[in-house]
């Protein structure tokens, strides 16, 4: 098992940029081949890394600090009177954890999501090889968090890891259609009551990126905790 200290990191060569046009990226990747063990994959996170699949990595771009981490504190938060109203519109939801894996439900779901939501991103094509590389393998301590309706119906699933110090949130896709639920959001919701009533304090939500606008969305909780020169400052 790697500890922090041990780890070796990796950079790429310099990438198109996937959230601003006309800007080169580069990334730094933990050792695909290390196991990395939950207190280090924690700590890694509160340095800004994310994962994706079996990688675990962070943006390391030269001239460009764009790319900010951002986690909710679960206990401090305290919902809009939108929010509020969104919860109460998707009460008759019920959520169920299951372990990641793929299923044709899971699969129709996802690719719908995809087509309707990001057909212009490297996202595009979706595929059941995509969804197992990015959803499904991985080291971690994972679940999918069902979203169903009355019917029973999926409408919506969360992609989770659990770390030492909260939840963080890889990925949701939902039915593209219902559109009155706002279920990107209602799971945002969802997810840092489920912090809270864990016990845990953080929810991480990934990347804000000021000028980039599908991620405008990520402010909306508040207080916000946003890494800036390495220390979590609080944005209310």
Known sequence: MTNLKSLN?????????SYLQNREAKTLFVDPQAIIAKDTYSQ??????RRSGRHVYRPHCDQCQACISVRIPSDQFKPSKGQKRLIARNRDLKVRAVSPQLTAEYYDLYERYIIARHADGDMYPPSKDQFMSFLVEGDQDS???EFRDPENNLIGLAVCDFLAQGL??????FDPEQKKRSLGSYAILWQINECRRLGMPYLYLGYWVKDCRKMSYK???KPTELLLDSNWVTVN
């Open 44 to 49: 890694l996170s509160d340095l800004g890394f």
């Open 168 to 173: 963080s949130a890889i990925y949701t896709f």
């Open 143 to 145: 679940v999918f968090f």
């Open 219 to 221: 402010l909306a909780f």
């Open 9 to 17: 990191f990796y950079a790429t060569p310099g990438h198109s940029c």
